[in-house]
């Protein structure tokens, strides 16, 4: 076993490939994820334009985290069931619907966050 391969083992730099070839994927086939990164950059952009502090980066941050992976186990959810059943069913549908709520639910909270943070900065602006 070489040095590197006792340092950062294989399997362990398998997974990160894997999981970088999900990250491409899902930002190549999925609308939607594009839609999130794009928001999420334009909040860091925001947040660096206005100065904020270490507690709302932190907030800001996992909002945005949350927002991606949510997304990503939502578009992993869609496949497995357009894999699973192909043909309608109303369980399949549900797992969609149920999965596309809690995206939605995430997301209301993640603009709430925004509004929050940046509100003030905005207000302030405006006066
Ligand atoms: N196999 C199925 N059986 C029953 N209902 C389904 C099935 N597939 C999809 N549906 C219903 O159609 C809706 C839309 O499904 P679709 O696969 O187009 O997902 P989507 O949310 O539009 O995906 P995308 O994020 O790609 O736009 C689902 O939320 C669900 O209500």
């Given amino acids: 076993m070489g040095y590197r391969d006792k340092l950062f083992p294989k399997r362990w730099r398998d997974g990160f490939v894997f999981a970088g070839k ?16 794009f928001f999420g950059l334009a909040a860091v952009f925001l947040g660096w334009l206005c100065g904020i502090v ?27 069931v357009n894999l699973i059943s192909p043909e309608w069913n109303k369980i399949a549908g549900d797992v969609k619907d149920i999965a596309a709520g809690a995206v939605l639910i995430y997301a209301v909270f993640a603009v709430a966050i925004g509004l929050m943070i940046f509100a003030p900065f905005l207000w302030e602006w405006l006066s």
């Fill in 54 to 80: 270490l507690w709302q980066w932190t907030v800001l941050l996992l909002a945005i985290a949350g927002m991606l992976v949510l997304e990503m186990v939502n578009s992993a959810l869609e496949r497995l």
């Fill in 22 to 37: 999900g990250i491409r994927l899902a930002f190549r086939e999925e609308r939607h994820m594009r839609f999130h990164v």
